[in-house]
């Protein structure tokens, strides 16, 4: 790990562990009721100026009983970002467009990363309300969440066994098995279904 993400890492594992997060790498996770706020830290394979390194901070929430069913051989204790289903990146403050941050090689610059920090928690308390498997499910069904309209349809499969009724999840159910005909993979549904039953508590 290089010394400008050694910097950066240190400076939010001082922010983000008293909320209850644990490291490993670039990754922070929470979690909570079943499900998982994760933060991760990406390298950009962008040339950038000398001495600079850019990244990205990648922010996302999750239900484990979803990553369970679309992804069985992941670890439920440890998810990575690229499994949640609502996913963002911190951008440089209110009105900013920019996802890619940049840090010096050369020096500790440690107001940067302060900003850095900052933007990450504003990110956090925005989305804690989403360790809940109702407000994700709430999230998924009103806003674009940053995953592809089948994974969306997946997710909502399995989280209405979860927390609405049968019915609902049935709905879904062939929503999702239609979305697999038509893209080539309705072998693929079997499984899927057996899985997404498995976990339901409806």
């Given amino acids: 790990m290089s010394e400008p993400f050694l910097s950066l890492t240190s400076s939010l594992s001082g922010r983000l562990k008293p909320l209850g997060f644990k490291k490993r790498g670039y990754r ?45 051989e992941v670890s439920i204790e440890w998810p ?63 806003q674009s969440t940053g995953i592809s309209s ?9 989280l209405a066994g979860r927390v609405k009724d049968s019915a609902t999840q049935r709905s879904y159910l062939e929503q999702v098995r239609d979305a697999l005909v038509r893209a080539g993979h309705g072998h693929a549904f079997t499984d899927f279904e057996s899985r997404a039953l498995a976990l339901a508590k409806v």
């Fill in 150 to 158: 089948l994974e969306r349809l997946e997710s909502l499969a399995v």
């Fill in 80 to 142: 990575a970002e690229m499994y949640a289903q609502v996913r963002e990146r911190a951008r440089h403050g209110p009105g900013f467009e920019g996802e890619l941050w940049t840090l010096s090689v050369a020096r500790c610059d440690e107001r940067r990363i302060e900003h850095v920090s900052d933007a990450v928690l504003r990110m956090i308390e925005a989305m804690l309300p989403l360790l809940d498997e109702d407000a994700l499910m709430a999230a998924l069904n009103d």
């Fill in 28 to 72: 922070f996770c929470l979690l909570r009721n079943n499900c998982a706020l994760i933060v991760e830290i990406q390298k950009s394979r962008e040339r950038h100026e000398d001495g600079l390194v850019g990244f990205y901070i990648n922010v996302g929430a999750c239900s484990l009983a979803i990553v369970q069913v679309l992804y069985p």
